[in-house]
């Protein structure tokens, strides 16, 4: 299934090491759009959805920045957007 991940991140500090995590876990900038990749994913729905949701949080943990939100599409579905919380250090749904 193909997957489309858009992320809004404000602050980060080092854009080199955050998009070098995210290619070494598949996923594939793209052209000419700031924080929007693509990626194929073999595994189950609920599966490729945690899996996004880990490799950000790793490439977030890997520099600083202010604030990071994301949605993403999984082959015809979008889902709801993202937000990470600073204090728990990982995603909620956001509202």
Same mark, same amino acid.
């Not at 500090?13 to 995210?22: N, Q």
């Not at 945690?50 to 579905?77: D, M, N, P, W």
């Given at each position: ?15 080199? %090491? ?17 924080? %929007?990749? @693509?990626?194929? /994913? ?5 599966? @490729? ?7 950000? =949080?790793?490439?977030? /943990? ?20 993202? =937000? ?12």
């Amino acid at each position: 299934m193909d997957v489309l991940l858009i992320i809004d991140i404000q602050g980060l500090h080092d854009k080199t %090491v955050f998009e070098k995590h995210l290619k070494k876990e598949g996923f594939i900038p793209v052209e000419a759009e700031e924080f %929007v990749y @693509t990626a194929t /994913s073999t595994t189950t729905t609920f599966s @490729t959805k945690a899996y996004i949701l880990e490799v950000v =949080k790793v490439g977030l /943990s890997k520099t600083s920045f202010e604030a990071c939100k994301l949605i993403f599409q999984l082959g015809e579905f979008p889902f709801q957007a993202y =937000k990470f919380d600073k204090n728990t250090h990982d995603f909620e749904e956001a509202k």
